[in-house]
């Protein structure tokens, strides 16, 4: 099966590798990336200190910022509301993700067991990022799942002024919907900001942050001899 399986993907079978020999290799990248990835952003500033991965404020709410700032009656509104627990707000979102990153291990663990010969050539001869985008299509919705709740309880406790991150964001949305409507500033045509879950919002950041790691490393063992770190990495990949 695994010459055809070769042939049809285009593969030189001269290496002598062997089917086992090539799903061996690519559950052993894909375990080297995960327990790197995963390792890396579950610790403290694992996110907050990566500019790679930050998660900062909704693209929304930094644009509506930006405005407030630009007007001296909008800049008296983020002085007086948001100035002080901005930065807060973004430590907490990163934490958030931090503390539920850990979910992922057993979830991908998973799915490493069940990649097929079919699966393994293809990530083999694919982009350097083709075992990470496997991986992702085949455990992304359980991830939200597991991901969603902890960043929740995170971003419900409180953390400045006995208030919450989503209390804090509902409170801007209102304070700045407040403002958009106001006649002073209406020369600026302030957008209404639609207020959305932030927890769906730091879910998928989260997530972003760990497939961006687990890519980092597999490009790294594809292009890196000295990231090959055990023999049957060196044999799969080295050929």
Known sequence: MVKQVAKDYGIDTSTGLTESEV?????????????S????????????????????LPAEINSAITQ???????RKVYDNVIKDIEQDMIVSLNRAAEKA?????PIFINAIKGM????????LRGADDAATLY???KTFNQLVSAFKPDIKSVLSQPIVFNKSSEAIYSQFVKSYNDV??????????????KESDLSTFVTQRALDGVFHKIAVEEKQIR?????????ILKKVFGS
């Open 23 to 35: 799903i061996q290799g690519l559950k052993s990248a894909l375990e080297v990336g995960t327990n």
């Open 37 to 56: 990835g995963v390792k890396t952003v579950s610790k403290v500033d694992g996110y907050l200190k990566d500019a790679a991965i930050k998660i900062l």
């Open 68 to 74: 407030l700032k630009s007007t001296s009656a909008g």
């Open 101 to 105: 990153a850990i979910k992922a291990k």
């Open 116 to 123: 097929t010969i079919q699966d393994g050539f293809n990530i």
């Open 135 to 137: 991986l992702k299509n």
């Open 180 to 193: 958009e409507k106001a006649d002073v500033i209406n020369a600026l045509k302030l957008s209404p900001i």
């Open 223 to 231: 292009e890196n001899p000295a990231a090959r770190i055990n023999a």
